[in-house]
């Protein structure tokens, strides 16, 4: 088993139920999480029997990458492969705050929304929280840089894997350990309703990213499959639902494609459905997916687009393209290495 799929707690409940000392887990944590090491013998403060033991039961798992692609823009894709030989990708985003990972959850993914390479190939299997926990290690050792903000939402449906993403968050927001602060993690989600509710209700203070792309039912359920499970409309019940009751504001995913979702009636339309609502649009354009018919928006109408919500007072920004020259879009790199 490899020990990053254990949180804390699981850690420690295991060393109690071989009679070591709770304190054990502290030291072991800090060496996988602080130090790094990345062999069981290089943890000298435990003891010959307990090493021993721990070699017999756990694995410490890095990823192989097998590719690595920089922007101009400093943006950097690394392709990873498994244990399994399956292989995912993931991106780190050179941010004026530091360096952010997206991470990815599942090796492929069974939602298909057309605009993403990702859901060209079907979900084989989701990861383990170890192989998500691996994926922020792996690229700091490869890179040999500090990352200190995750998004969760590279291949796969973070809420098609809950109770892993769960655990990786845990893992990862661990004082002793990684210590990426709880806010500076967010995880994004194409609408599974029940899945929303019951995040709701895990009270972390975990940003959550709702991707819509669309202002109406019919557009949204052409784009992304998931709609005709879960209606535009009761999507948008279940996002004020969340407002209500975590307090806390929502992020709206909107990628602007050319004539699809970007005319001003869209705009229009967004308003009526969000505004005075504690929301913030992230109007994303469009990156390029091969074999796919759709384009990106004009600057000039990306630009009126995000005039129409803010002089409506809707909390927009436009994301700065990141990786046009490396296919950063999710999946991209995995279908050319399959």
Same mark, same amino acid.
Request: with cysteine; glycine share 4%.
């Given at each position: 088993?490899?020990? @990053?799929?254990?949180?804390?707690?699981?850690?420690?409940?295991?060393?109690?139920? %071989?009679?070591?000392?709770?304190?054990?887990?502290?030291? %072991?944590?800090?060496?996988?999480?602080?130090?790094?090491?990345?062999?069981?013998?290089?943890?000298?403060?435990?003891?010959?029997?307990?090493? $021993?033991?721990?070699?017999?039961?756990?694995?410490?798992?890095?990823?192989?990458?097998?590719?690595?692609?920089?922007?101009?823009?400093?943006?950097?894709?690394?392709?990873?492969?498994?244990?399994?030989?399956?292989? *995912?990708?993931?991106?780190?985003?050179?941010?004026?705050?530091?360096?952010?990972?997206?991470?990815?959850?599942?090796?492929?993914?069974?939602?298909?929304?057309?605009?993403?390479?990702?859901?060209?190939?079907?979900?084989?299997?989701?990861?383990?929280?170890?192989?998500?926990?691996?994926?922020?290690?792996?690229?700091?050792?490869?890179?040999?840089?500090?990352?200190?903000?995750?998004?969760?939402?590279?291949?796969?449906?973070?809420?098609?894997?809950?109770?892993?993403?769960?655990? @990786?968050?845990?893992?990862?927001?661990?004082?002793?350990?990684?210590?990426?602060?709880?806010?500076?993690?967010?995880?994004?989600?194409?609408?599974?309703?029940?899945?929303?509710?019951?995040?709701?209700?895990?009270?972390?203070?975990?940003?959550? $990213?709702?991707?819509?792309? $669309?202002?109406?039912?019919?557009?949204?359920?052409?784009?992304?499959? %998931?709609?005709?499970?879960?209606?535009?409309?009761?999507?948008?019940?279940?996002?004020?639902?969340?407002?209500?009751?975590?307090?806390?504001?929502?992020?709206?995913?909107?990628?602007? *494609?050319?004539?699809?979702?970007?005319?001003?009636?869209?705009?229009?339309?967004? %308003?009526?459905?969000?505004?005075?609502?504690?929301?913030?649009?992230?109007?994303?354009?469009?990156?390029?997916?091969?074999?796919?018919?759709?384009?990106?928006?004009?600057?000039?109408?990306?630009?009126?687009?995000?005039?129409?919500?803010?002089?409506?007072?809707?909390?927009?920004?436009?994301?700065?393209?990141?990786?046009?020259?490396?296919?950063? $879009?999710?999946?991209?790199?995995?279908?050319?290495?399959?």
């Amino acid at each position: 088993m490899n020990i @990053f799929d254990l949180t804390f707690e699981q850690l420690t409940d295991y060393l109690l139920s %071989i009679q070591q000392k709770k304190y054990r887990s502290t030291q %072991i944590w800090e060496f996988l999480y602080r130090h790094r090491v990345q062999s069981f013998s290089e943890m000298y403060t435990l003891g010959a029997p307990l090493i $021993a033991t721990l070699e017999a039961n756990f694995t410490i798992d890095y990823l192989q990458p097998l590719k690595t692609l920089t922007d101009s823009d400093g943006t950097i894709k690394i392709l990873y492969q498994l244990n399994d030989q399956q292989k *995912i990708e993931c991106v780190v985003l050179n941010n004026a705050y530091g360096y952010s990972l997206c991470v990815s959850t599942q090796v492929g993914c069974n939602m298909g929304c057309i605009f993403c390479a990702s859901g060209q190939h079907k979900k084989i299997r989701d990861l383990q929280s170890g192989e998500m926990v691996s994926q922020i290690l792996s690229s700091q050792k490869h890179l040999n840089i500090d990352i200190r903000s995750v998004v969760i939402m590279g291949i796969g449906e973070p809420f098609d894997n809950y109770q892993n993403v769960l655990n @990786f968050i845990k893992i990862i927001n661990q004082p002793k350990g990684l210590e990426i602060g709880i806010r500076h993690i967010t995880i994004s989600t194409c609408g599974i309703i029940p899945k929303i509710k019951q995040f709701m209700q895990e009270n972390l203070q975990v940003n959550l $990213a709702i991707s819509l792309h $669309a202002s109406d039912d019919k557009t949204r359920t052409y784009l992304m499959k %998931i709609n005709q499970a879960y209606p535009f409309l009761d999507l948008i019940a279940s996002i004020k639902e969340y407002l209500d009751f975590t307090k806390r504001r929502v992020t709206i995913e909107y990628i602007l *494609i050319d004539h699809v979702n970007d005319q001003e009636e869209d705009a229009h339309r967004l %308003i009526n459905l969000f505004k005075n609502l504690n929301v913030y649009f992230n109007l994303i354009p469009y990156n390029p997916v091969t074999g796919v018919n759709l384009h990106p928006s004009t600057r000039e109408t990306r630009q009126n687009f995000f005039n129409i919500l803010k002089k409506a007072g809707i909390d927009v920004t436009i994301r700065n393209p990141q990786g046009e020259n490396i296919e950063a $879009a999710c999946g991209q790199l995995r279908i050319k290495n399959l």
